[in-house]
């Protein structure tokens, strides 16, 4: 079959780079996993047979799963120079022996850097909702000897995750992929330690320079709207990465500061910038 064949059977024509300039030439997530309506009530079957949204959320589209058929474009070598994903880790001060969580973790790219970092005495849960990913991630992950990497089969509204016990997760441009944001967050927020962080790290929605599709990135303004009324307050947002935000958000120690945050949010209006994306 030709190459160009190929691509049409995998739907990539309508994202394939139109110019040859290093940023276009980036394309992302070249294959979803079907309609956004069809993913979303397949995923929720057990939950009532319903999606959880009509595809939105605060005014956001969200975007289909990225499928496991794209799962090379997670290993593309230009991605070192795109996200500079050790200095994005370096930046998150993770220790030897936390206990760490790469939500959305896919083929485990970040999820092994991870391990090496938290070391033998450390945890990664390693999570995603295609089992294929997770195939290709226990694979990636025995091959490398990370014995601490726990692969976890996980949900759109159970993130599957222990109670209580991590010091910080990660999801790496799979926020905006989620279909059930709050029961998702609430889930997050239950797994963290008080004090524990919640690192979102999208494609800035807010400048149209970066070469990914809309609904593939996020504004810090959005994730804020949605993700402090479910009890985790903005902490920081770091804006050294190329394309994308580090956005964190952290677990008050003590619950009632949360409670607080979350009534004072779920009161005010979702960002006036409209879509991230
Ligand atoms: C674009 S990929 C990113 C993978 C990985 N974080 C990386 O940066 O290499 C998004 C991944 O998130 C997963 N995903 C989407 N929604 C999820 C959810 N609610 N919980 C866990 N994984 C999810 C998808 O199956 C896919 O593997």
Known sequence: ???????????????????????????????????????????????????????????????DVMSYLGANWLMRPSRIREERPDEMLDALGIEPGMAVADVGAGVGYHSLKMAE???????????????????????????????NVRPVLVTQDDPGLPEGQLDLILMVDVYHEVTDPEATLRGLREALKPGGRLVLVEFRAEDPAVPIKPEHKMSVAQARAEVEPQGLPFKEVLDFLPWQHVIIFEKPADPADAEADADADADAEPPGEGPAG
Do not use: F, K
């Not at 450390?122 to 025995?142: H, I, K, N, S, W």
């Open 117 to 147: 970092r938290v070391g033998p005495e450390g945890v990664v849960y390693a999570t995603d909702v295609q089992p294929e990913m997770l195939r290709m991630l226990r694979r990636r992950a025995q091959q490398a000897g990370a014995a």
């Open 1 to 63: 079959m030709s190459r160009l064949a190929i691509i049409a059977l995998l739907g990539l024509a309508p994202i394939l780079p139109s110019s040859s300039s290093p940023v276009a030439a980036a394309p992302r997530e070249p294959v979803a996993t079907g309609s956004s309506a069809g993913a979303r009530v397949q995923e929720h079957d057990h939950d009532h047979d319903r999606p959880a949204t009509d595809g939105t959320y605060r005014g956001r589209i969200i975007a």
